[in-house]
């Protein structure tokens, strides 16, 4: 009962941090004149020096760990200072529908990807068809969105915009994956989180003196950027690596495909993007992902509990 409770707990966080991520499209949309690169790097920034500050007794007790995963560490910091730059950037470029929903598709396959080459786990039965409907799903989102004009001259850019968001999926999956590494050999879940976090700040905070000239330019402005970061990215991923304790990183990132269902909800209502039939089809078929993905889950920890015994004993 106890070990069931607390896989509850782990998926009903990484929903909830879905959720939040799922409205920083359309909150990022109201601010006017912001370079997406600025908003990428100063939610992300920010966000990480949060961390860092309320995390700084776990990071003290656990530095030497890290430290001596130096590399894994690096891979991760880098992958989490890339991830917001794709992100915001295919949003701007593809729409915030779309550029939610790429990243979010792609972010499982590499995270099975690289559990299977790095850590030799198979690909479960129950997976693959949660990751089949997901996929699905996505596409016909991605298909079912109704251009609000002839967007033919803006193929080019709307195809940058999901190359982009792949990129920003690879990102997203390679520091799940190393906070879930470190997790497993016995680091905090909020030293890992914050350390990476912490990393990536370091990398692009200073870019803010090239783009971020118009982040506080007016009140609406001010209040984007600071609820972007606080919110979203620094709630939203403590949330996010206290799932990551009890469940894989595969699971984790197919449970997050509810925040382009979120994303896709907040950008009809407030921001006007329309979709056809196959649309709102895409939409129920990453519902059933979760569904799926969300049953059978005390025989699933039991497994994930057993794999973590052999790792320490």
């Given at each position: 009962?106890?070990?069931?409770?607390k896989m509850i707990?782990?998926?009903?966080a990484?929903?909830?941090?879905?959720?939040?991520?799922?409205?920083?499209?359309?909150?990022?949309?109201?601010?006017?004149d912001?370079?997406?690169l600025?908003?990428?790097a100063?939610?992300?920034?920010v966000?990480?020096?949060?961390?860092v500050?309320?995390?700084?007794?776990?990071?003290?007790?656990?530095?030497?760990?890290?430290?001596k995963?130096k590399?894994?560490?690096?891979?991760?910091?880098?992958?989490?200072?890339?991830?917001?730059?794709?992100?915001?950037?295919?949003m701007?470029?593809?729409?915030?529908?779309?550029?939610?929903i790429?990243?979010?598709?792609?972010?499982?396959?590499f995270?099975?990807?690289?559990?299977?080459?790095?850590?030799?786990?198979?690909?479960?039965?129950?997976?693959?068809?949660?990751?089949?409907?997901g996929?699905?799903?996505v596409?016909?989102?991605?298909?079912?969105?109704k251009?609000a004009?002839?967007?033919?001259?803006?193929?080019?850019?709307?195809?940058i915009?999901?190359?982009?968001g792949?990129?920003?999926?690879?990102?997203?999956?390679c520091y799940s994956?190393v906070?879930?590494?470190?997790?497993t050999?016995?680091?905090?879940?909020?030293?890992?989180?914050?350390?990476?976090?912490?990393?990536?700040?370091?990398?692009?905070?200073?870019?803010?003196f090239?783009?971020?000239?118009?982040?506080?330019?007016?009140?609406?402005?001010?209040?984007?950027?600071?609820?972007?970061?606080?919110?979203?990215?620094?709630?939203?991923?403590?949330?996010?690596?206290?799932?990551?304790?009890?469940?894989?990183?595969?699971?984790?990132?197919?449970?997050t495909?509810?925040?382009?269902?979120?994303?896709?909800?907040?950008?009809?209502l407030?921001?006007?993007?329309?979709?056809?039939?196959?649309?709102?089809?895409?939409a129920l078929?990453?519902?059933?992902?979760?569904?799926?993905?969300?049953?059978?889950?005390?025989?699933?920890?039991?497994?994930?509990?057993?794999n973590?015994?052999?790792?320490t004993?």
């Open positions: 009962m106890f070990v069931e409770s707990k782990g998926t009903l990484i929903v909830i941090a879905s959720f939040l991520w799922g409205t920083t499209g359309t909150v990022a949309s109201f601010s006017s912001v370079s997406p600025a908003i990428g100063f939610a992300m920034g966000g990480g020096v949060l961390m500050l309320t995390n700084i007794r776990s990071l003290l007790a656990n530095y030497r760990q890290l430290i995963r590399g894994l560490f690096a891979a991760g910091a880098l992958s989490v200072a890339i991830y917001p730059l794709a992100f915001y950037s295919a701007h470029l593809s729409g915030v529908a779309i550029g939610t790429v990243p979010i598709a792609t972010a499982p396959m995270a099975a990807l690289l559990e299977r080459l790095f850590n030799q786990k198979s690909i479960s039965r129950k997976w693959g068809v949660s990751f089949t409907f996929v699905i799903g596409i016909l989102l991605t298909h079912g969105k251009p004009f002839d967007d033919t001259s803006n193929l080019f850019l709307n195809s915009g999901i190359v982009l792949c990129i920003a999926g690879l990102t997203y999956a994956w906070a879930k590494s470190f997790i050999k016995g680091i905090d879940s909020k030293a890992a989180m914050s350390g990476l976090f912490g990393g990536a700040a370091i990398l692009l905070l200073p870019s803010l090239f783009t971020g000239e118009n982040l506080f330019l007016n009140i609406t402005n001010s209040v984007v950027s600071l609820y972007m970061a606080i919110i979203p990215m620094f709630l939203g991923y403590l949330l996010f690596a206290y799932g990551l304790t009890f469940i894989e990183t595969s699971n984790a990132t197919l449970i495909l509810l925040e382009p269902l979120i994303a896709t909800i907040l950008a009809v407030l921001l006007g993007e329309s979709f056809k039939l196959m649309g709102w089809m895409g078929l990453v519902l059933l992902c979760l569904v799926i993905q969300s049953i059978n889950l005390p025989k699933i920890n039991t497994s994930l509990s057993d973590n015994n052999q790792l004993s």
